[in-house]
């Protein structure tokens, strides 16, 4: 039984303009605070290797694999030994409002045995994470 961790926001942006943001890695530094650092040519089954802030302002490496990279939909995945132990997948997903505004959906979605443990003892700083890089993005594609 699988389990999810997710923000989304409403911004106040055409669907192009937060898209480009969000695939212009070489930028989150300047606006993503929970994964300030990712490095990727974002085709489907390269790394992408992130630097995530969890806890406080200690970065973790983490290294992932593109999943899906088509328009308006980004995703990367990892798993923790055989896939039945634990997986993950991240997408991040954009949808037009119609009105020259944009929804913007985070969400991991976690399978496996040690699912449990790990959303117990990550889950609220994940969310958090999540939602800090929801505004984020929010914030720099209004500017």
């Avoid at 993950?88 to 991991?108: I, K």
Wanted: glycine letters at 10%; aromatic letters at 10%.
């Amino acid at each position: 039984m699988g389990k999810c961790v997710r923000a989304e926001i409403t911004i106040d942006a055409p669907i192009d303009r937060v898209w480009q943001i969000l695939v212009d890695l070489d930028l989150y530094p300047q606006w993503n605070p929970f994964t300030p650092s990712v490095e990727s040519s974002l085709e489907i089954g390269e790394a992408v290797v992130m630097d995530v802030r969890l806890v406080g302002d200690r970065l973790m490496r983490r290294v992932e694999y593109v999943t899906r990279n088509e328009p308006y939909i980004l995703g990367w995945e990892m798993q923790m030994g055989p896939r039945f132990l634990l997986h993950a997948e991240r997408c991040q997903v954009l949808t037009a409002q119609g009105d020259g505004r944009t929804h913007y959906l985070s969400e991991d979605r976690f399978t496996g045995w040690l699912t449990p443990l790990v959303v117990g003892l990550l889950g609220g700083a994940m969310r958090r994470g999540f939602g800090d890089c929801a505004w984020g993005l929010k914030k720099r594609a209004e500017s």
